[in-house]
């Protein structure tokens, strides 16, 4: 039995070692064209800032692969014939496969501002080793860059131009920084820290053009409001998509929306082929879903492994999570955070003294979501309560179990209770439901 | 990458085995050799009005842990672990490696190093030098080796000891801290220090050995005396000037901050043995770790703490002196340093655990 995996990103290689684990003898193939190894897309920051070599990116040492027997094959691939199982390599070779695992991933979303087509130089993406590569070349010749997207690639590539002492501008399109999954007063937070680091952050902003120097390097932004920002690099953080424009031209493309869509044991529309990870699309309720995030394409490529090897596997999507550290503040989600939920109540805090807060948010008398910046905390703890269907009041006076500061440093949780109980009772006094 | 200025240059060729490092190994290395095999120093520290050239050594290490300790306070500030630690042995070294031994000796007492013990400082149970002790300093040198440090070992894990309170590792995380990443963390660094490590500490413990039946039998043994001593001679020149200053600290900006610690040092490797017993480990939350390897890049002891972290094993390694950095430079929290209540051993072996892990322990995909 031969596997080909297209992508060898977390959940290709997952799913590699998964199969490997399960089934000694088959045989295993690794395709890239981005990279000869594996190597951790969200470290991509701390390699722009000097902290990493490409080298240290690789979780694995390399002698793994070939311990595990699985054949790494750097290259892309042009054609898909599911018909004859096989594949064109961009080398011009065929590969022939038995089962095919697409797990390509995401790259960012391109803007139609109008003028970046242009710009043949000095606009990135920072998604991909190559848009590093792009983005660390540019460094040399900036002085001046603006970062477009409020959201967490967008404050990453920030990080490392300030690393790299460059006047950054942070334009963000929304009124607070990502509402999505920060409430305003978090977001505040997050913003003043983001400020303390020399970045001039604009909330409201939305680019109207870009403008280019006659040599094709990108010289300023203009924003709808009518600012113009000077730059010489463009940093486009506004999003990232399913890389999956490739299929659409291939002899037997798979049912593709906005990803490659899959059932909920990763099927594709065509026999042998499944997907797995930021590419695949799940319907669920009706509702598209894809996923792009480190932790669920690890756990996809776990599942689309045994898909594979032929178990009954049902992908249910789990209690979400996620973490992020914007410049120092770290940051855990858990559950439902959107800031504004029908039906919902939430208790706010922040902790006197740090750029810390805690959020948790309750619906009908069980907690269904925690967001926590700048202490640390133990997800997992949150997520038993949310499936327990603990009440806020166990969750708060529990809190302490979810600690998970270093020794010394563990935030004082008095204030958070203090707080709880008065907005307790504020919330009884208006009559809303406790 | 780009590196601004040319003070941003030095400082990343330093940190990064670039000439700078070499030309300062080659200073380092001749200073350590002027030190222990020449008298050149001796008359340096004479005109500086020091007794001898080891007190101007120890007047030059401590500002070293001093000037470095200042940084690393200002560095790790938001981190209340490093703060308290790094405080703790920088006032271990003013007080208890520095001052108290020089007062003492203006006491006419023995210079007496409380912050160290047998078999880091060889003498401490060598009988010909503690049978001569006052009573106080004798005691201390017998139940400080065997019994305070073992306990504290299997209560706190042996970072009590080298990086809270002993010199070496004090060095390494102040001054050294710039340098930390250089430690090498391929499997074959791995299994060399497994067996260095030992090595050492079945030597000095059998040379130990030899200069207790050496020293009950006197002039009996006349032959077994020069042996021993021949061997003595040996030890201090191999063990304790090559490998722990030499070595150790000559070699910093090339091989990182940990090379006597991690290979030789028989002192780190009793407490290791102690540690895989007693209640120290690093705890990793789990499904949280997003395989960056800041947390292996920082080890200093060249532990691939990301091999633990993203296949969700809480670990005590023997070689782990618990400075709290992996922890400090995780961008997602996922380890915490712990005195566990209970003990959790490790349910397999580095090589066993990556990458397979995840795959083979129970899936969470509930596949039906």
Not at chain 1, 98 to 111: I, K, N, V
Not at chain 1, 259 to 266: D, K, L, T, Y
Not at chain 2, 130 to 137: D, G, I, S, W
Request: hydrophobic share 45%; glycine share 8%; charged share 20%.
């Amino acid at each position: 039995m031969r596997y080909v995996i297209i992508g060898n990103g977390v959940a290709g290689v997952t799913a590699a070692f998964t199969l490997r684990a399960r089934d000694a003898a088959a045989e295993i193939l690794l395709l890239s064209g981005e990279s000869d190894y594996f190597f951790s897309r969200t470290a991509l920051m701390y390699a722009f800032m000097d902290r990493m070599s490409l080298r240290d990116l690789e979780p694995y040492e390399r002698h793994v692969y070939a311990e595990q027997n699985i054949r790494l094959v750097r290259d892309w691939v042009t054609n898909l014939d599911a018909s004859r199982r096989l594949l064109t390599l961009q080398s011009g070779s065929s590969l022939a496969y038995d089962r095919l695992l697409l797990a390509t991933g995401s790259l960012g979303d391109a803007p139609d501002w109008p003028g970046l087509d242009h710009v043949r130089e000095g606009a990135v993406h920072f998604v991909t080793l190559q848009d590093l590569q792009r983005a660390e070349s540019l460094a040399r010749t900036t002085r001046e860059a603006v970062v477009v997207g409020g959201g967490l690639i967008g404050v990453e590539l920030v990080e490392c131009l300030v690393y790299h002492r460059q006047k950054v501008t942070f334009l963000v399109r929304a009124p607070w920084y990502w509402p999505g999954a920060l409430a305003r007063e978090e977001a505040e937070i997050v913003s003043e820290h983001i400020r303390r680091h020399g970045v001039d952050l604009r909330m409201d902003e939305e680019v109207a053009e870009v403008l280019a120097a006659p040599e094709g390097r990108v010289r300023a932004v203009r924003t709808k409001s009518g600012h113009e920002y000077s730059c010489q690099l463009l940093g486009i953080a506004i999003g990232v998509s399913p890389q999956i424009a490739w299929l659409r031209g291939v002899k037997t493309p798979p049912s593709l929306g906005r990803g490659i869509q899959v059932s909920s044991s990763f099927q594709t529309s065509l026999e042998n082929v499944w997907a797995t990870g930021d590419c695949a699309e799940f319907s669920a309720n009706g509702q598209s879903l894809v996923e792009q995030i480190w932790y669920s394409a690890r756990r996809q490529g776990e599942l689309a492994a045994l898909a594979m090897l032929g178990h009954q596997v049902r992908y249910d999507l789990p209690i979400f999570y996620n973490s992020a550290k914007f410049f120092e503040i770290e940051y855990t989600a858990t559950g439902e955070i959107s800031p504004s939920l029908p039906g919902a109540q939430t208790f706010f805090c922040r902790l006197p003294g740090r750029e810390a807060s805690v959020r948790i948010t309750e619906r009908a008398g069980s907690i269904i979501g925690v967001n926590m910046l700048g202490a640390r905390w133990d997800h997992s703890i949150f997520e038993r309560w949310i499936a327990e269907q603990r009440d806020m009041d166990y969750a708060i006076s529990h809190l302490a179990e979810a600690q998970f500061d270093v020794e010394f440093g563990r935030v004082d949780l008095a204030s958070v209770s203090g707080a709880y109980r008065e907005w307790r009772a504020r919330s009884a006094g208006t009559g809303s439901p406790s | 990458m780009v590196r601004k200025g040319k003070s941003a240059w030095l400082l990343h060729d330093l940190t990064h085995r670039g000439p700078t490092a070499w030309l300062l190994t080659a200073l380092l290395v001749a200073f350590y050799l002027l030190l222990y095999f020449t008298h050149f120093f001796t008359p340096v520290a004479h005109s500086l009005g020091l007794s001898s050239k080891w007190t101007l050594y120890g007047l030059l290490y401590t500002l070293a842990i001093l000037a470095g300790g200042v940084h690393v306070l200002r560095k790790y500030r938001h981190n209340r672990y490093q703060v308290v630690r790094t405080s703790v042995v920088m006032f271990v070294q003013v007080v208890f490696a520095f001052s108290i031994p020089e007062i003492l000796q203006f006491f006419h007492q023995p210079e007496y190093y409380f912050s160290y013990f047998w078999p880091l400082k060889f003498d401490d149970l060598n009988p010909s030098v503690v049978f001569h002790l006052p009573l106080f300093y004798a005691l201390y040198s017998f139940l400080g080796a065997l019994l305070l440090a073992p306990f504290l070992g299997v209560v706190f894990g042996k970072r009590w000891y080298c990086s809270w309170v002993c010199g070496c590792g004090g060095l390494a995380n102040t001054a050294g801290d710039g340098l930390r990443h250089l430690t090498s963390k391929s499997s074959r660094a791995w299994k060399f220090e497994k067996i260095s490590i030992h090595a050492v500490l079945a030597v000095s413990v059998l040379l130990t050995a030899l200069l207790f039946v050496s020293y009950g039998l006197g002039s009996r043994a006349p032959a077994l005396a020069r042996f021993t001593y021949n061997f003595q001679t040996v030890y201090a020149f191999l063990v304790v000037a090559t490998l722990s200053g030499v070595v150790g600290a000559g070699l910093y900006p090339l091989g990182g901050t940990r090379i006597w610690c991690r290979n030789f040092c028989p002192m780190a490797a009793v407490l290791g043995l102690v540690q895989k017993l007693g209640r120290f480990r690093i705890t990793v939350k789990p499904n949280m770790c997003i395989s960056c390897g800041l947390c292996s890049k920082y080890c200093e002891m060249g532990i691939d703490v990301r091999a633990y972290a993203q296949a969700n094993q809480s670990f005590t390694r023997a070689s782990c002196v618990g400075c709290g950095l992996c922890a400090e430079v995780c961008p997602r929290g996922v380890l915490r340093l712990e005195n566990a209540r209970s003990h959790a051993p490790q349910r397999a072996s580095l090589v066993q655990i990556a990458p397979l892990a995840s795959a083979a322990s129970p899936s969470p995909g509930r596949p039906r």
